[in-house]
């Protein structure tokens, strides 16, 4: 089909995408669903960066001899969105030591457990 | 790791370098791939470096805690006075054609002070965020 | 890439998913260069393969778990993954074909800018010229995120010297 010489770019996008995000919702280790976030997040740059591109064309660095560039506006974007990716994870890990501290476990089942054995003992304070 | 030749024989040579690519990146953005984020990212990269390799706490002496906090909010603040010099000199907020009687030299000052900005506050930002992680816990090792 | 995230998903080593995501992280910058996104190749090599690995070893590091456990694996996620990713797909055949110059995203706003960057800025760079002048309200708030999430990493993780507390 001409769809799938034309559109590859994008079923890549999505094929990242879907690991990204299986690894959030199957995985239970709080480290790894870090690091599918990030798998997600990358996809997306993906999917903004890859209709800018136009094929004989160049980095949108302004200089004498080219004539055609590739689209300035999702470059722009995508830093942004990359600084600001890194910040979550940045975030994300401080909060993962501390649950670390707290329960002992990074493992979303056993602190599920740990809270669910707490509860009672929360509820009768 | 201080003890290994190889790791302190190519962190001599490489730290420099990182340091002065990291300055070449922040002052060439306009002219090639570069600016203020990228530059500030390598700059720290380069003081994680010699963390790694030397220890901590020599890295928390030679870049005390004191300057990378205040490095932190100083990038933000650069930037915003930026746009606050803008008002003074009779635009709006972050106008800069008004910084410079030639309006494209103006747009270039204030780039430039607005990448600076920009370069100082992430590099302060990773550098402290890897102080805390590799501080917590276990800080009394060298 | 592919092969790499696909890696990502069904290994169980902390330390080695770590190392893979900063390879994953190489490779994307590749991919970029060969998209003309120079800029952000270079951003997302320092900060995806730079600065995220060793905020992912520091974490490690602290929190110490090595391994993840074997799951019951219910079926479900995956079947959830596979039909969000059939509806996407789906999705994405409406939309431009690669590299088309009639597509709106060269069209709408872009022309003025790229002829624009160079007379009313005096910066070769669009990306640069476009990052800190035309959108520069946009790297404003980016750089009070930044500030933020260092704001919030110290309140998260400082230590208060109480006389024998080390909480």
Redesign the interface.
């Known amino acids: 089909m001409t769809a799938f010489a034309s559109h590859y770019s994008y079923f890549v996008t999505v094929f990242l995408m879907i690991a990204g995000v299986y690894i959030v919702i199957a995985r239970g280790n709080l480290v790894k669903k870090l690091v599918g976030l990030g798998i997600f997040q990358t996809s997306v740059y993906l999917l903004y960066i890859a209709p800018g591109k136009l094929i004989g064309g160049t980095a949108p660095i302004i200089a004498d001899g080219f004539r055609t560039y590739s689209n300035p506006l999702p470059h722009v974007l995508i830093l942004t969105a990359i600084v600001v990716g890194v910040a979550t994870l940045a975030l994300g890990l401080a909060i993962v030591v501390r649950i670390r501290e707290a329960y002992g476990s990074i493992e979303e089942d056993e602190i599920l457990a740990k809270d669910a054995e707490d509860e009672p003992r929360r509820a009768e304070r | 790791m201080k003890r290994d030749l190889v790791l302190r024989v190519v962190g001599k040579l490489l730290i420099p370098f990182m340091l002065l690519f990291a300055l070449y990146v922040q002052f060439h953005g306009d002219f090639g791939p570069g600016g203020g984020f990228q530059a500030g990212v390598i700059g720290a990269a380069a003081v994680i470096f010699y963390a790694l390799i030397y220890g901590l706490p020599a890295a928390r002496s030679l870049v005390p805690e004191r300057i990378v906090e205040s490095m932190v909010a100083a990038g933000v603040l650069i930037y915003a006075s930026v746009g606050v010099a803008g008002i003074l000199l009779g635009g709006n907020y972050l106008d800069y054609f008004v910084l410079s009687p030639d309006p494209a030299h103006g747009q270039e000052r204030g780039i430039f002070w607005v990448e600076v900005g920009v370069a100082v506050t992430v590099s302060g930002v990773m550098l402290k965020i890897f102080y805390m992680f590799a501080g917590r816990g276990r800080d009394l090792d060298a | ?2 092969v790499a ?2 890696a ?2 069904l290994q169980r080593n ?1 330390f080695s ?2 190392v893979l ?1 900063g390879l ?2 190489f490779l ?1 910058a590749t ?2 260069v060969a ?10 090599a ?3 393969a ?3 690995t ?3 070893l ?8 090595e391994e ?2 074997p ?1 019951r694996r219910p079926p479900l ?2 079947l ?3 039909v ?2 059939g509806l ?2 789906y999705g ?2 409406g ?7 009639s ?1 709106p ?2 069209t709408h ?2 022309p003025e ?2 002829e624009g ?17 035309y ?6 708030g ?13 309140a ?4 208060r010297r109480k006389n024998g507390d080390k909480r």
């Open positions: 890439m592919m995230a696909l990502i998903v902390l998913v770590v995501s994953y992280s994307m991919v970029l998209l003309d996104a120079v800029d952000v190749a270079m951003t997302e320092s900060v995806g730079g600065v995220s060793v905020l992912l520091g974490a490690l590091y602290l929190c110490g778990g993840t456990k799951l996620p995956f959830a993954a596979m969000i990713g996407i797909v994405t055949l939309l431009p074909a690669f590299s088309d110059p597509a995203i060269h706003v872009v800018y790229l960057a160079m007379e009313e800025t005096g910066v070769p760079n669009v990306v640069t010229a476009v990052l800190a002048s959108r520069g309200y946009d790297t404003l980016e750089t009070t995120v930044v500030f933020t999430a260092g704001a919030g990493v110290i998260l993780l400082r230590r």
